[in-house]
């Protein structure tokens, strides 16, 4: 057994003082059934534990690490700009050179508002959208997740489709009141929903391909209908690109679906490890936007100089280095032919599934499209496997409905050991 004191004495403290003694909540590792590691340091595709455990890393920092931790931007460079002042609450070039790259690196997109954070960004982009069009209607799907802003922390209601209800304490259900909720690859579904609403919708909000219900692709059915009912109807399709932009293609889901959304949001890479997020889209839709226009949206700290300069280096390096894309997707194939091999030579009740570079384990079998079929999985088998795998020196996400997040820093020794650990722990668990 590894050695996590220092990590439990850092967990006894922070619980005193912050609520459930972390910043946000997964983690925790409550689904997994133990206490958080604390993490010292990291370098490439490496953790080190404060008790000094290494592990290799399958989180990524949830995607913005897509070079690693600590790549090679991370030098005298980097210390200069610092040096030059941290925040000016005045414009600074970064902003200007930021928006140019991601206008220039995604289809449709022609202005950019940077924010903070995912969350900022989608619930300023649904705010643009509603400004825009009108209306006030808004529609999400089942399993996608779009930040913690009160209109979207919201489920689908009792009965058919439609109305949701709060999935928060705190969140009055007047605010969730015009948010429906519908099912991920519905084609039926949506048609349904736009016959009976499509004229008060002010926007479609969903992630081109879902991260956060473990990996579920889109059906190119569903995402060209989505796209031909919002033109028919006047409705703004938003894409949450906030983890797959820049991760599966330079030009996101969107370059590779073919379906030009109005609106986008960013976060997690193009922030290269610092609090940024970003929404955009058609000029004419963000020129609602103040000062330009009647809909509000401001930050103290929106397109600070260091997280821009951070951005700009990741984005740079993958818009120079194309072929990050197929090494990725050759890492995550490689984890998927391995663990098909194991899966099927011990009929292990497990599905691995991977669209392009986002791989992901789900311990359910059958078909895996939407929320209510990937919600079947058996969250108590994915915590024995998380702690195997902990023990074993790979550090996978704590939580079933997430993805591995690989990097430009995996190396081949990084992925053989997943597999070797994988069917080592899976034999453990079903061949007892
Ligand atoms: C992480 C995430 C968000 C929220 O971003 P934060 O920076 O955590 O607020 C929004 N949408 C998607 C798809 C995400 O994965």
Redesign the pocket.
């Known amino acids: 057994m590894k050695n996590y004191n220092r990590s439990n004495q850092l967990f006894e403290r922070a619980q005193k003082v912050i609520p459930g003694g972390v910043n946000s909540p997964v983690r925790a590792f409550r689904s997994v059934g133990r206490a958080p590691i604390f993490i010292e340091s990291a370098k490439a595709a490496t953790l080190t534990d404060v008790d000094e455990n290494t592990y290799i890393d399958f989180i990524g920092s ?1 995607g913005p690490m897509i070079l690693g931790h600590s790549p090679s931007f991370v030098d005298q460079n980097l210390l200069s700009v610092i040096q030059k002042g941290m925040s000016y609450g005045v414009p600074s070039p970064f902003e200007v050179e930021m928006a140019e790259c991601l206008v220039d690196a995604y289809q449709g997109l022609e202005m950019v508002r940077m924010v903070n ?3 900022e960004a ?1 619930m300023s982009a649904i705010r643009a959208a509603r400004g825009y069009t009108r209306r006030t209607k808004i529609v999400k799907f089942e399993g996608c ?3 913690h802003s009160d209109a979207l922390l919201v489920k689908s209601g009792s009965g058919t489709l439609t109305y949701g209800v709060p999935t928060s304490l705190g969140v009055p259900a007047d605010t969730v009141k015009d948010t429906l909720v519908a099912v991920y690859n519905d084609v039926t579904g949506i048609e349904q929903l736009f016959k009976s609403n499509g004229n008060e919708i002010a926007c479609v909000i969903l ?1 081109p391909i879902a ?2 219900m473990g990996v579920v692709p889109v059906k190119d059915e569903f995402v060209k209908t989505l796209r031909k009912l919002c033109d028919m109807y006047g409705v703004v399709l938003i894409f ?1 690109e ?2 797959t932009g820049f991760r599966l293609a330079y030009g996101g889901a969107a370059s590779l679906l073919n379906v030009t959304p109005d609106m986008v949001c960013f ?2 890479i193009i922030g290269g490890g610092l609090p940024v ?1 970003a929404y955009g889209g058609k000029k004419e839709i963000m020129s609602v936007i103040s000062p330009l226009g009647g809909v509000y949206q401001a930050g103290t700290l929106s397109g600070n100089p260091i997280a821009m300069y951070c951005g700009l280096e990741v984005l740079k390096t993958l818009r120079e280095n194309p072929e990050i894309y197929t090494s990725l997707e050759e890492k995550a194939a490689y984890l998927e032919s391995g663990m098909n091999r194991i899966i099927e030579e011990y009929q292990f009740p497990v599905t691995f599934v991977r669209y392009k570079s986002m791989p992901c384990l789900f311990f359910k079998t059958g078909s895996l499209s939407s929320y209510d079929e990937v919600k079947g999985c058996d969250t108590d088998a994915y915590a024995t496997y998380f702690k195997a795998m902990l023990e074993r020196g790979i550090l996978l996400p704590p939580a079933q409905f997430e993805g591995l997040f690989l990097s430009t820093a995996h190396t081949t020794e990084d992925l053989e050991a997943y597999l070797t650990a994988s069917e080592a722990v899976l034999k453990e668990m079903y061949l007892k």
Do not use: P
């Open positions: 949830w954070s995912g969350t989608t997740y779009h930040g992630e991260g956060n949450d906030v983890i976060g997690k997020g």
